[in-house]
């Protein structure tokens, strides 16, 4: 049972608009920066979205990141084949002291 | 460009310890902006973060696997490093080191991951 909630998986057809959802307490989301992590099939996780909503460079800006009280989204318009993955929020919790992960999102482009 | 790769044995029997390094390069370990940290992801499950250090070794850690988990730097190398005590088959999954950026907390540079493999 993860510390963040995710769900387990979505799916859009190409050149449609998709969100993913994560969902935490006031000892993680609600006082932390929130950051996402797309993995594509059999590759190391690779960092999408940090502080909420800022995108390293080079992430494309139809990825998009926002938090809200205790839960964040990620969002992906334009959807492309090549966005299959799975994808995960994380952030540090205050209470474990420690990084905590969703249990993951997997994103089928159909 | 900062990369980091992960070394150790693919295959560690039952009870033993899992020991597993980091070589950082392309940029030195030795900073106070940043966390070293160890991630894990059993096969076709998601991501564990396992425990993360400093430079100076300060050191968190997931409370699941605390007291099996020793994780320490070797700034001279520009290296961290994992052991995992009394480990089983439930152990067996990718391991990725990776950095993390203080009280941002997100995780930017990854290693490709190495899996390990418990079994007799």
């Known amino acids: 049972q993860s510390v963040l909630t995710q769900p387990p998986s979505v799916s859009a057809a190409p050149g449609q608009k998709v969100t993913i959802s994560c969902s935490g307490d006031?000892?993680?989301?609600?006082?932390?920066?929130l950051s996402w992590y797309q993995q594509l099939p059999g590759t190391a996780p690779k960092l999408l979205i940090y502080?909420?909503?800022e995108r390293p460079s080079g992430i494309p800006d139809r990825f998009s990141g926002s938090k809200s009280g205790t839960s964040a989204t990620l969002g992906i318009t334009g959807l492309q084949t090549g966005d299959e993955a799975d994808y995960y929020c994380?952030?540090?919790?205050?209470?474990?002291?420690?990084?905590?992960f969703g249990g993951g999102t997997k994103l089928t482009v159909v | 460009q900062l990369q980091l790769q992960e070394s150790g044995p693919g295959l560690v029997k039952p009870s033993e310890t899992l020991s597993l390094t980091c070589t950082v390069s392309?940029?030195?370990?030795?900073?106070?902006?940043?966390?070293w940290d160890w991630i894990r992801q059993p096969p076709g499950k998601g991501l564990e973060w396992i425990a993360g250090?400093?430079?100076?070794?300060?050191?968190f850690y997931n409370q699941s696997l605390r007291s099996r988990v020793t994780i320490s730097v070797d700034m001279s190398k520009n290296q961290f490093s994992l052991k995992l005590s009394s480990v089983t088959a439930a152990d067996t999954a990718v391991y990725y080191c990776?950095?993390?950026?203080?009280?941002?907390?997100?995780?930017?540079?990854w290693g490709q991951g190495t899996l390990v493999t418990v079994s007799s």
């Open positions: 990776a950095r993390r950026r203080e009280h941002l907390d997100h995780l930017d540079y």
């Open positions: 392309g940029g030195s370990i030795s900073s106070d902006t940043y966390y």
């Open positions: 250090v400093s430079y100076s070794g300060i050191a």
């Open positions: 006031s000892s993680n989301i609600g006082s932390k920066f």
């Open positions: 502080d909420n909503d």
């Open positions: 994380a952030t540090w919790d205050n209470s474990l002291s420690a990084v905590v």
